[in-house]
């Protein structure tokens, strides 16, 4: 079984400053795909940015990048220069070899404040 | 591109009632997946489909059912409906089942009273 937690129900930051949004997970796979997905107040799902297991490179696309520790089975999401169109829900997937679905988080709130 | 289509975008069914969520896609993807997201919480997957003709359940698949007749279309079929159906539902597409992206339709924010 596979499984996503994200300990921060709600973040908060200023504008222009960077932000970690903390993901943790377990899963028995070896090759597995973590991903990050933006819904904002309008409710459709955006993704973000792709982890693969064995990329030894963490994944970056634009203002987005993911700290991606193996061995303590986290891939945290930083926002650099926050921006107040970030204000969203952020949630952390994952998908394993063992099956083709996605396993979500909860979710945490961040608001960028001006 | 149209990429993964809901509809419809709101509804509001009486308890007991039945509908139909559709979703479309245009991708040619092979894997598609209807999920629900109650309020303040994470998506969970009800039923998938790894092609045409080939469906199978996911964490929370009763009161629900899907056909897949084609590759494009996979509809949600709601079965006398309870308020605990209450929900946003979402269907997605992906290419194949291995690391790629999923692709997220608009939603569809059904309430059951």
């Known amino acids: 079984a596979q499984k996503i937690t994200q300990t921060q129900p709600g973040m908060f930051v200023q504008e222009k400053e960077a932000v970690t949004l903390d993901c943790t997970y377990d899963?028995?796979?070896?090759?597995?795909?973590l991903f990050w997905y933006k819904q904002p107040s309008s409710g459709e799902m955006i993704f973000l940015i792709y982890?693969?297991?064995?990329?030894?490179q963490n994944a970056t696309e634009g203002r987005y990048s993911l700290n991606f520790q193996k061995a303590r089975k986290s891939a945290n999401l930083v926002i650099s220069a926050s921006q107040l169109g970030d204000s969203a829900m952020y949630f952390c997937?994952?998908?394993?070899?063992?099956?083709?679905?996605?396993?979500f988080g909860e979710g945490t709130q961040l608001t960028v404040n001006p | 591109n149209a990429g993964v289509t809901q509809t419809p975008k709101f509804r509001i069914l009486k308890i007991g009632q039945s509908m139909t969520l559709q979703c479309t896609q245009d991708?040619?993807?092979?894997?598609m997946y209807w999920y629900r997201q109650d309020p303040g919480m994470g998506l969970k997957l009800i039923y998938y489909?790894?092609?045409?003709?080939?469906?199978d359940k996911g964490e929370v698949p009763n009161g629900y059912n899907v056909s897949r007749s084609t590759t494009e279309d996979f509809p949600l079929r709601l079965e006398l409906a309870a308020p605990s159906q209450t929900s946003v539902y979402f269907c997605?597409?992906?290419?194949?089942?291995?690391?790629?992206?999923?692709?997220f339709g608009p939603g569809t924010r059904l309430t059951v009273t």
């Open positions: 997605a597409s992906t290419w194949t089942g291995d690391l790629d992206e999923q692709y």
């Open positions: 899963t028995s796979d070896q090759s597995y795909g």
């Open positions: 982890q693969g297991s064995y990329d030894e």
């Open positions: 997937a994952m998908r394993g070899t063992s099956g083709s679905r996605l396993t």
């Open positions: 991708m040619n993807h092979n894997y």
């Open positions: 489909s790894v092609g045409a003709g080939i469906t």
